[in-house]
């Protein structure tokens, strides 16, 4: 790791730095578990999609809650 990409804490992070680092927190999950899959598939409500993707159907809400916030 460069010493430069040393681990910062969260906290300490400027708000513009937060909201990038959980935007590519958050899309890199949304790839993981298959999210646009499960939509091509036709589940429309965040219970499918974490049904699909083997997930708890309140983080999967959250998640996409998320992702939505990002547009």
Do not use: H, W, Y
Request: proline share 4%; aromatic share 2%.
């Amino acid at each position: 790791m460069p010493k430069s990409a040393a681990k910062i804490p969260f906290r300490s992070m400027s708000p513009r730095t937060r909201s990038g680092s959980m935007a590519i927190v958050c899309g890199r999950r949304g790839v993981e578990l298959d999210v646009l899959t499960a939509i091509k598939n036709g589940a429309t409500t965040a219970a499918q999609m974490a049904s699909s993707a083997g997930a708890n159907d309140s983080a999967m809400r959250r998640l996409l809650d998320t992702l939505v916030s990002l547009k």
